[in-house]
Structures are given as structure tokens and as C-alpha cells.
């Protein structure tokens, strides 16, 4: 079977803690090839990553 491919697109903060959960249940899902594509509009660690880190996203 293939899988469906999916391609989310993140670039604030507000972005990552909204979608935290519909990104982990892509990720888990066995009949999707998720792609997650963070746009780096903020720079700083603390603006983004940590949330990256908390949420348990990649």
C-alpha cells in the first residue's frame, strides 16, 4: 500500500504549540510519510527549538 505523503510547514512559535498534536499523530501513523518544514523565522533558541524539544516533535 502506498503511503500518503504530507508535508506541514511551521515558521512561529504560536504555529508549533497549536499543530504539537496533529504532528505527533502524523508522525505516528504508519500509513503516512509526514515531512515537517520549519521555516526559521524566528532565530533564537528560546523562541523556537525549546518548543520543538517540549513537544517532542523532530
Not at 11 to 40: F, M, Y
Request: aromatic share 6%.
Amino acid at each position: 500500500m502506498r503511503k500518503l505523503k504530507v508535508l506541514t510547514v511551521v515558521g512561529t512559535r504560536p504555529e508549533i504549540i497549536r499543530l504539537a498534536c496533529v504532528l505527533q499523530k502524523l508522525d505516528a501513523s504508519e500509513a503516512i510519510e509526514h515531512v515537517l518544514v520549519h521555516t526559521g523565522q524566528n532565530y533564537d533558541y528560546e523562541l523556537n527549538e525549546v518548543f520543538f524539544e517540549d513537544l517532542g516533535l523532530r
